[in-house]
């Protein structure tokens, strides 16, 4: 004698939720993956970065590029555990030096169009100038200086420090 099956009819219907979970875990998975290892994204806080990214933006940016230049701006990972985001002054081996509210990089001034105010000189900084970066180290700034918590203050950052690229902003005001 042949078993019945209990609810033979909705034997297709049960397949095809299956799949589609299958379908939606395999995505849930890849998604995981790609924001833990290729992509993130942060939110901005502060002013520090004023003009060029504003409070409460949310920036994405890539995790895997290890060739960093001048001007690039970054998310990273201060010594005290917080993350920023910055701006690329100087690379290794350069040395940095701050005469007359200006950035000069290996005695030459450096231009900075997205900048509206002048350099302001930190309150209680460590760093002494000239100050010449190590191996794996760069000098990172604020665009809004008088506003940012930066190099100035705490000194260089490591390479390893850097968490990624900013690929774009998505404004808080759409």
């Known amino acids: 004698m042949k078993k019945r099956r209990f609810l033979k009819k909705y034997d297709g219907l049960k397949y095809g939720w299956l799949n589609n979970i299958k379908k939606f875990l395999l995505l849930l998975i890849v998604l995981l993956f790609i924001f833990h290892s290729v992509i993130g994204f942060s939110f901005i806080k502060g002013y520090s970065m004023q003009p060029t990214l504003m409070e ?7 995790r895997f590029n290890l060739s960093y230049q001048r001007g690039d701006i970054v998310s ?33 001034l450096i231009s900075e169009p997205y900048l509206n105010v002048q350099l302001t000189e930190p309150d209680g900084g460590i760093v002494r100038y000239p100050y010449t970066l190590q191996k794996g180290q760069v000098f990172i700034m604020g665009d809004n200086r008088s506003e940012s918590m930066d190099s100035r203050n705490f000194g260089a950052v490591g390479k390893r420090q850097i968490k990624g690229k900013i690929l774009f902003r998505i404004s808080r005001t759409f």
């Open 76 to 108: 990273v990972k201060i010594p005290s555990g917080e993350y920023y985001v910055k701006r690329i002054i100087a690379m290794e081996g350069d040395t940095v030096d701050l005469k007359d509210g200006k950035v000069y990089v290996n005695d030459e």
């Open 56 to 62: 409460g933006d949310l920036v994405l940016y890539i």
